[in-house]
């Protein structure tokens, strides 16, 4: 059998196309470099010695290369209680903001669903106005939440913008002949839910899933209007503390005794936290990253 052969033309690049070509690299390589360089200096002082970082000397790279500051934090409890926290918050808060989520665009991306529209119109009139910080405080409070892990858990288990996103990815992915096809069948509504609709939406779940994990790893603001038990703050609080109330405890510098190495190791101190809050999420988005793009655009593109 013979090989067909294509060819394919492309128009000769102009100087004005090289010349656009040219500051797009440039444009981008000054934003890479701006995003960068602050991550790659926060690693370097976080594993340098703490007499070059009191000093000012690490710019860039690390100098006289040191984890004192990781023993430091791995060895400080509180550290340790404000990690376990944060995991949980996280893994158990993104769980029912995805059920909540899904429970809720699921019946709004429905056709035949009386009502939605003005169900709609309650869920974006919530994006608008918004009772204050102090109603709902006194809604937490009268709830019995205060000073619980649930009070970082339910007043925000549902995002009015991923529900809004994940009702127009239903409305765009699942055919009506699917649910048709299922209806016959006899598949309730739920069934259908659980064994089609969910499983063919793995990218804006995937989507959800990192944005409020985000959310919740992040949070600090919550926790420090309902919570005042030191043994359930998250991650962020005890950053908080350090970085920005310079809360360093004795017990986190108990073995450095020359005022160079003290002052110095304040900052290592600062910079190593910064690291150790921020990994998780890293190590995170490689995972998600492959549906990240497809989720949003097919979920924001058509409404």
């Excluded at 600090?220 to 209007?225: R, T, V």
Aim: hydrophobic content about 50%; charged content about 15%.
């Amino acid at each position: 059998m013979g090989r067909c052969v294509v060819k394919v033309n492309y128009a000769a690049e102009t100087g004005g196309d090289k010349v656009f070509t040219v500051l797009n690299y440039v444009i981008l390589t000054l934003f890479a470099v701006t995003v960068l360089y602050p991550l790659v200096a926060v690693v370097s002082n976080s594993v340098s010695s703490p007499v070059a970082v009191g000093a000012g000397k690490v710019w860039l790279w690390p100098v006289d290369l040191s984890l004192d500051g990781y023993k430091a934090i791995f060895e400080y409890k509180k550290v340790w209680t404000g990690f376990g926290n944060s995991l949980y918050y996280t893994i158990v808060g993104t769980a029912v903001n995805i059920i909540f989520t899904l429970l809720a665009a699921y019946p709004l991306s429905r056709m035949d669903f009386y009502g939605r529209n003005v169900f709609m119109s309650l869920f974006v009139f919530t994006m608008i106005f918004h009772g204050g910080i102090i109603p709902t405080y006194m809604v937490v409070k009268e709830l019995g939440m205060v000073n619980t892990p649930w009070a970082l858990i339910i007043p925000g288990a549902i995002s009015v913008w991923n529900v809004i996103i994940t009702r127009t990815y239903f409305k765009t992915t699942i055919p009506q002949e699917v649910l048709d096809s299922a209806q016959i069948d006899g598949c309730s509504d739920l069934k259908f839910l659980i064994r089609m609709v969910i499983p063919l939406s793995a990218p804006i779940i995937a989507v959800n899933a990192l944005f409020y994990a985000v959310n919740h790893w992040n949070t600090y603001f919550n926790a420090l209007i309902y919570l005042s038990n030191a043994k359930l703050f998250p991650l962020q609080l005890v950053l908080r503390e350090v970085l920005v109330l310079s809360q360093v405890t004795p017990d986190m510098l108990d073995q450095v005794s020359d005022a160079a190495r003290l002052e110095g190791m304040t900052d290592v101190l600062k910079y190593a936290l910064i690291v150790v809050s921020t990994l998780p999420l890293l190590i995170l988005y490689p995972f998600v990253q492959k549906h990240f793009v497809r989720g949003v655009m097919i979920g924001s593109l058509k409404g």
